[in-house]
């Protein structure tokens, strides 16, 4: 006669049943984020390059102070254009727990109608309000035109950000690769050559790039038509519950836009204001330079929304925790790699864009610092928003952003573009510091782990490597060399730290999987 359990047995079976459902949720949900960033890494990195060279080409054709007026005309617009993406992240929370088809079309009319109405009226406005902001600002002629070329293109760039949100909802990585990260810069690159040798006229170039947003959004829109089955659709249930829904949970972060982007863009209406041309081009491009370390975080957080979304509907608690400690420290890994040969080689850095921009070459640590900070907690505005916290991110911008105004202003006028550029290390470390603190509070989640110490010990390596061999050799070859022989060093570290199981079983997952997929071809 079988024996009776004892209730510490059946405590314990429960107990390893809970943990082995924790384990293969986890397990599921890193493989589609890692999948996404995987497969994106490649285009955003294809996409960064090109930006580089549509900048480089630029700031090599036209003087540093041309180049800045064009760069900062251009930032403005976009201070608008994230205001309007606002009422975008709506898609990425309802999209995946739609529960039909015509819920699916109805999420996605509503989106779409409210995001062109938005940016139709913002580019109206600016376009009204160009005279005037050149005569506050006291910058040419020249500057007016950009702006009215750029208001002009406001809602054809907002579209071509609304279809992508939808590939992400969908967890398209492949028409989300193309479209954004291929196609757009492409086409940028082609009209800033064509307008720098063949029209010799950034005019020439912002029509183009403005053009070539458009564009390539309406492709992938009758893509997503025709591969997806979308259609039109106000309505899912004939009472209109879904325009409710969709603008109650979106209005919060659409008001609270205001404060983030006058975090990340507020500081282009400064230099409009008080600093010259040439400055705008500088902090362009050191913003453009520091944006290049998030390229880890920017390919886990393509498809980390949607999985979000769907672990927190499921009240998967323990699994959500467990994906955000994981991916901030392959996030941390990758982010302390590409900033370490950036900041030791900077002269060579800034040495692409012209011999203007190497003067201005001891700024360029401010913003691959500011960066770093942003990314070192991992997705934590992401997380707060597919938690329904979005009021609570909307209070921390808020706080973030009256800081920012009270310490901008004085350290731009006090110490000019290095001052800017503090106010702008500052902000973003604020910012992602508070984030952190709520989430936790409201949610009980966080980044870090003891495991996050090992990059930042193999970072020490890879930062000696390098200065070693700056100081050793010659520069170019210091920059090549070092820069490999650096992280040889640290991928070497790394490994004799030692990966984690989940780690080590989501590489075999990846592997397993493309290996597939390539012997099917």
Not at 14 to 43: K, M, Q
Not at 347 to 376: D, H, K, R, S, W
Not at 443 to 458: M, S
């Amino acid at each position: 006669m079988p024996s009776a359990s004892s209730p510490e047995s059946d405590t314990a079976r429960s107990d390893e049943h809970s943990e082995a459902s924790v384990e293969a949720t986890l397990d599921d949900a890193l493989e589609r984020v890692a999948h996404g960033a995987t497969v994106s890494i490649p285009g955003i990195l294809f996409q960064r390059a090109l930006t580089l060279a549509f900048t480089a080409v630029l700031t090599n054709g036209f003087s540093a102070g041309a180049y800045g007026v064009f760069a900062v005309a251009r930032r403005l617009q976009r201070f608008l254009l994230h205001l309007a993406l606002g009422f975008r992240s709506g898609l990425s929370r309802f999209l995946p727990n739609a529960d039909s088809d015509a819920e699916r079309d109805a999420l996605l009319t509503v989106a779409s109608l409210l995001l062109l109405g938005v940016a139709t009226l913002f580019g109206a406005a600016l376009y009204v309000a160009t005279p005037l902001a050149v005569t506050v600002t006291g910058e040419s002629e020249r500057f007016g035109t950009f702006l009215r070329i750029f208001a002009v293109g406001l809602p054809a760039s907002v579209w071509l950000f609304t279809v992508a949100e939808m590939f992400r909802g969908f967890e398209a990585v492949g028409p989300l690769t193309l479209t954004l990260r291929i196609a757009v810069p492409t086409g940028q690159l082609l009209v800033g050559v064509a307008g720098t040798i063949l029209f010799a006229d950034l005019a020439a170039v912002a029509l183009g790039v403005v053009a070539v947003m458009g564009l390539v959004g309406v492709v992938a829109a009758v893509w997503l038509a025709r591969d997806r089955g979308v259609r039109p659709r106000l309505r899912a249930d004939g009472e209109g519950s879904i325009w409710r829904r969709y603008v109650r949970y979106t209005a919060p972060l659409f008001a609270g836009g205001f404060a983030t982007v006058v975090q990340r863009l507020g500081f282009y209406p400064l230099i409009a204001l008080f600093l010259s041309g040439v400055a705008g081009g500088v902090f362009s491009v050191g913003v453009l330079l520091g944006s290049l370390v998030r390229l880890p975080l920017m390919g886990i957080n393509q498809f980390i929304p949607p999985v979000a979304a769907a672990l927190h509907e499921e009240e998967s608690r323990a699994a959500l925790s467990r994906l955000y400690h994981v991916t901030s420290r392959i996030v941390l890994v990758g982010v302390t790699a590409l900033s370490v040969p950036v900041v030791v080689y900077r002269e060579a850095v800034m040495a692409l864009f012209g011999p203007t921009f190497v003067e201005y070459a001891p700024l360029l640590p401010g913003f691959v610092v500011a960066q770093y900070g942003a990314c070192a907690a991992g997705s934590v505005g992401i997380l707060l928003t597919m938690t329904d916290n979005q009021r609570a991110l909307l209070l921390v911008n808020t706080v973030v952003t009256l800081l920012l105004i009270a310490v901008a202003v004085p350290l731009t006028l006090a110490y000019d573009l290095p001052g800017l550029v503090a106010s702008y290390l500052l902000m973003l470390t604020l910012n992602n510091g508070f984030e952190v603190a709520v989430l936790y509070r409201l949610e009980g989640l966080q980044p870090f782990t003891r495991l996050h110490l090992q990059p930042i010990a193999a970072g020490a390596v890879l930062a000696a490597v390098t200065l070693g061999a700056k100081a050793t050799l010659p520069s170019t070859t210091a920059l090549v060399v070092g820069t490999a022989a650096g992280l040889a060093a640290y991928a070497a570290v790394l490994r004799w730290l030692g990966f984690t199981p989940t780690e080590r079983r989501l590489a075999e997952t990846l592997l397993d999987r493309y290996r597939t997929r390539l012997s099917r071809r």
